[in-house]
Structure formats: C-alpha cells, structure tokens
C-alpha cells in the first residue's frame, strides 16, 4: 500500500503526490533517472546545466514516454549564458522549473507567462528576498550540507531554513542533508512543505552513474566529503578523493578546469577524473535502492516521525 498523498501548497502547484524533488544534477538528472522519481509519485528534474540541448530534448520526449506524471525541469543559468534556454524550456511543454546560479530576473516572467511556475535555489537569506523580489513562486532553500556548486560562506539547512521561513511567505522547498523521511519531517518542521533530494537520487539503481561512486557513497562517513574553493566562485562540496584533497589545500582556484573529464568519472568511474559532486549524507547511504523505494520509505519514515513526536509531546 502506497503512503498517503500530502496536500499542501507545493503538491497543488505541481500535481505530485509527494513533495519530494530530485535534484537537477548535470548529465545525470534525465530520462532514465527522472521518470523513475516521477513514475513514484514524486518529481522527477530535467537538467539544463550541460548545455546539451539537443539530448535534453530527447530526453524530455523520452520522459513522456515513460511516464504521464508531472516531471519539471531546472535552468542553472550561469551555465547557460548566451542561450535560448529560456524559449527552449518553454518548448517543451512542461509546468514547473527550478532556476539556480543566476539572478531570476532573466526568466521568471517569460516562464510564468508560458504557465510556468518558478522556484528558484537560494544559500542565503539576502539571495532569497531577491528571488521575491523577481516574483518567484517558491523557494529552494538549500544548505551547505547539499553536494555541489555552493556560496562561499555555507549556511547549515537547520539555520537557513528558519531564517527565510520567518521572513517569506512563499512555499519552500527544503534541501542539503535531506534523505530520508526523519529529515524530510524536521525540514517541514523548520517551514518547509517539499525537500530535494540530490545524493540519495545520485547513488539509487535507477542513476545512470558508474557503480564505483555509488559504491564509494555507501561506503563512505559523514566526514568524507571536501568543501573547496571557499575564497573563490564557485565553491564546491564534494566527495573526498586524492584529486579534491589536494584541492582542499588550496583556497583559491579554477574549478571548472577540473572539470573537463567529468564524464570519465560519472560513467566510466574514474574519481580522480573530475571532482565528484556529494553532499554530507553520504554518511546516512549505505546501500543501493531505487527511487521508488527511497520516495515510499521516505514518506513512510515521514509519517512514522510525525506519530512518533504527536505520541511523545502531543497534547
């Protein structure tokens, strides 16, 4: 038996079932991984972030092949400088985006006027007042705890979230430390009324990414991922290798020069190839599931706090 389905502001504007997101990771968020989320009841991401246009769009018309739930995508819109992102995204017919690294100035109205509903990724509370600013739909409120390209100067999600909670109104999406439904319970706790999940999503069955940084995920610890370039822009939380420890050492330096064999370590699993994108959590992943199996125990482990806390201190 499936999980009761949350009615709240997110699952109305959406259509899903769970306000559960799966993170935009570049190359890895398509088809294959995506409509396994959203054939869960959950939302499925396309990224943008590759630049790869033409695949992308085959891998949306993949999407509606293999699903008829309500998938999204994301715009990162520092890697797409120069584009026709915006019209492209509006093309293919879909009825959410996340937006990310880059001012929601340049797409939030042309998005919204195509019936688009827009949540953009923010690290801090100056970043997020901003994004209203723009008109935003929602928010994705994201610690530094999350893998990936991050503000210099991190902000833990149990403080972030509450400090935006308390001075927006707009619904939240909750992200960084998130996998399972104990923390998808103290997010909504903290505000929140959806979550993402990036790590999670990246080392389940259904990720197209090599099995050696899966496998390096499960056997990782909490104290195994770097936070590198924090003088510079981007910083970057990653998984702990040779390559990204000697990058710790440094405080300043190109990232994206790292990045040029980044297809070697995501599907022909070579760590040192690149730097390796994994948050905190990896710490809590200790074997391989599929997304439907995170999406269910994640609501289930949800409900299951929520008893727990009304039984404990209910009044």
């Not at 991922?225 to 990204?244: I, W």
């Not at 980044?262 to 074997?287: C, K, N, S, W």
Request: charged residues 20%; aromatic residues 6%; negative net charge.
């Amino acid at each position: 038996m499936n999980p009761k389905a949350i009615h709240n502001r997110i699952t109305e504007m959406t259509g899903v079932d769970y306000p559960i997101f799966q993170a935009p990771m570049g190359w890895i968020a398509r088809a294959q991984l995506a409509s396994a989320v959203s054939n869960s009841g959950a939302m499925g991401i396309i990224e943008t972030s590759s630049g790869e246009f033409d695949a992308i769009k085959g891998e949306v018309a993949k999407m509606h092949d293999l699903t008829d739930k309500p998938f999204g995508m994301n715009v990162a819109l520092a890697f797409v400088k120069g584009t026709n992102v915006i019209d492209f995204v509006i093309e293919q017919g879909i009825k959410f985006v996340t937006t990310s690294s880059g001012s929601p100035n340049l797409c939030t109205r042309q998005f919204q006027e195509a019936g688009i509903k827009v949540f953009h990724v923010v690290p801090t509370l100056d970043m997020a007042l901003k994004a209203l600013d723009a008109g935003v739909d929602g928010l994705v409120v994201e610690g530094g705890e999350g893998g990936g390209f991050k503000n210099p100067q991190p902000v833990a999600t149990m403080v972030l979230l509450p400090l935006i909670r308390e001075r927006t109104e707009v619904p939240i999406i909750a992200a960084g430390g998130i996998c399972d439904g104990a923390t998808m319970a103290a997010a909504f706790a903290m505000g929140a009324e959806g979550v993402q999940l990036g790590t999670a999503m990246l080392s389940c069955t259904d990720s197209p990414v090599h099995p050696n940084w899966k496998n390096a995920i499960y056997q990782g610890k909490e104290t195994d991922t770097v936070f590198l370039n924090q003088q510079g822009r981007p910083a970057l939380r990653a998984m702990r290798t040779e390559r990204t420890g000697e990058l710790e050492l440094l405080g300043q330096f190109q990232p994206f020069e790292h990045m040029a064999n980044i297809l070697d370590l995501y599907f022909g699993g070579d760590l040192e190839a690149a730097i390796p994108l994994t948050g905190q959590v990896m710490g809590r992943i200790h074997e391989a599931r599929s997304a439907a199996d995170i999406v269910t125990s994640t609501m289930t482990g949800f409900y299951q706090s929520l008893s727990r806390l009304d039984a404990s201190y209910g009044q």
